[in-house]
């Protein structure tokens, strides 16, 4: 089981939420440069077609102020056009590709076919992993003993499972086969999904000018959004779009993350896996489940040496 040490931590006892990142107010702040907003909104113009500037900097997960800067210059460099819009102003305007937008939008294709939210700078996911990391959070007994209920263990181990958890370092359970190791494991991570709080992830970050995505369907147990956020009309988008000190949609808030794996786990599994196709690369495991637990179980079963494991 294995966490990330932190500088600060949750009160469980409130559920309360980790500092949120707040959406940028300028492209500076957004960690992008502008060529490669530049080469993103082609290419999200390209696979969707003409976009209101509102459903583009929905679709990017950026306040629409961040992205007129790109918007303006791709018109004047005559790849963007403006097909038409309202009195509202720019955020209204539809914009569409030019035939040089399409060539260019193509050789952008050829270099990364990433399309989706934009990714979050490497130093703002290692800062927020550090700020809702689990370290010095307050586990009382209560809440973890309802998710040990269907277990019966000594209260020795009990009392040492959870300064374990709050530790933020790794825990090794050992022992001989049938003794409930793997149990007690997957009754760590249940406390940890339910009783932990939630997170923020990205959906992807930049590192060296890659895109590395993060954010797991399969994986990570997405917050419902709260019932204003769904029923908002665009009138309110448009607001929260504009205004400052809103969160930075290109996280997502989950539950802590409980990821399991067992013998089939190898060391290609805990690298950067490089989609050729898209020329992007997705996060491995032991990044997805940072904030959460990454259960080893089996452990030496594994396609590989416990020692290189390690």
Known sequence: MATTQARSGLDWEGAALPEAPT???????????????????????????????????????????????ALRFLKDDKTVEVQGGDLIGRVSYRFNLTELGRKRAQDAMKQCAYVGPAPVPLEDYIEQTYRQSVTGITCSPEPLKASFSHLVIPDELFNAIGPAIVSGKSAFIYGPPGNGKTSVARSIGDFMNNAGGEIYVPYSFLAENSIITVFDQA?????????????????????????????????????????????????????LRYNSMANYYQAPLHVKANGGVFLIDDFGRQLCSPKGLF
Request: contains cysteine; aromatic residues 4%; charged residues 25%.
């Open 23 to 69: 959406a940028p107010e300028t492209l500076q702040e957004s960690g992008l440069s502008l060529p490669f907003l530049n080469d993103l909104m082609l290419r999200m113009l390209y696979t969707r077609g003409a976009l209101l500037g509102l459903d583009l900097a929905r679709y990017l997960c950026l306040p629409f102020k961040v992205i007129e800067e």
């Open 219 to 271: 994986i990570h147990q997405q917050v419902e959004a709260d019932t204003n956020e769904r029923l908002e009309d665009n009138e309110a988008t448009i607001r929260r779009l504009m205004n400052t000190g809103s969160v930075d949609p290109r996280w997502v808030r989950i539950r802590r993350p409980v990821i399991v794996t067992g013998g089939e786990l190898n060391l290609d599994m805990l690298d």
